[in-house]
């Protein structure tokens, strides 16, 4: 089945800079890359995604860029607040598969 | 207002008393899944549905079981809970012709 990474596992920033968060998943067949934010006390929420026909997608200050070839896809997040402070986990999937492979998250501090 | 929601949202037995999670989604969604989230681990699938009746193992099923009677609901049952099923507990939905999933607010469990 597919196996998710994802690196650093504790990523701590100063407001106004920005975070990068990689991860690299093993099934070349998946096709689909949702980041999702988990904030203290709530369920995951969805907050980008893209598929494998796409190699960057951005919404105003996040950013998912995808290296289909390295088997890798990343979240990029500018000019950090403090409302940025969560968990993040990454997960892939494809077509015809209803199993979402989730990464194990990373917890991004945003210091003001 | 669109959601997911678990009950009860903290609950604490002793092993062996059998015991459900209910989920519930008003979104009219075909497709639920049930997810473990423990330290390090990140989201682990238990189990998920397609539609009413269709039922399948995540990749850690064991100990559990699942019912879908309903469209609208998904129920976790632990028939002998152990203390290794401590964690927190996740529903989540989607509709089948789109990737989004939902999640509810969790369930924390503690067996003792």
């Known amino acids: 089945g597919e196996n998710v990474e994802q690196h650093p596992s504790t990523l701590s920033v100063q407001e106004g800079d920005s975070a990068v968060i990689k991860c690299t998943y093993s099934?070349?067949?998946?096709?689909?890359f949702p980041w999702y934010k988990q904030e203290l006390g709530k369920g995951p929420q969805l907050i980008i995604d893209?598929?494998?026909?796409?190699g960057e997608k951005k919404d105003q200050r996040i950013a998912v860029t995808l290296n289909k070839t390295a088997k890798h896809f990343s979240l990029h997040i500018t000019e950090t607040q403090p409302e940025d402070s969560a968990v993040y986990f990454c997960?892939?999937?494809?077509?015809?598969?209803?199993?979402?492979?989730f990464g194990k998250g990373n917890q991004v501090v945003v210091i003001p | 207002e669109a959601q997911v929601t678990q009950n009860p949202r903290y609950l604490i037995t002793v092993t062996g008393k059998k015991l459900t999670v209910t989920c519930s989604q008003n979104?009219?969604?075909?497709?639920m899944s049930w997810y473990r989230q423990d330290p390090g681990l990140g989201l682990r699938q238990i189990y998920y549905?397609?539609?009413?009746?269709?039922?399948d193992k995540g990749d850690v099923p064991e100990g559990y079981k699942v019912s879908r009677k309903e469209k609208r609901n998904f129920p976790l049952i632990l028939e002998s809970p152990s203390p290794n099923q401590t964690s927190l507990y996740f529903c989540?939905?989607?509709?089948?012709?789109?990737?989004?999933?939902?999640f509810g607010p969790g369930t924390r469990l503690t067996v003792l």
């Open positions: 989540a939905s989607r509709n089948y012709d789109y990737n989004e999933q939902f």
């Open positions: 099934d070349s067949a998946s096709n689909y």
């Open positions: 893209i598929r494998s026909n796409v």
């Open positions: 997960a892939a999937s494809k077509d015809g598969n209803n199993r979402l492979a």
């Open positions: 979104m009219n969604h075909e497709y």
């Open positions: 549905s397609m539609n009413v009746e269709v039922t």
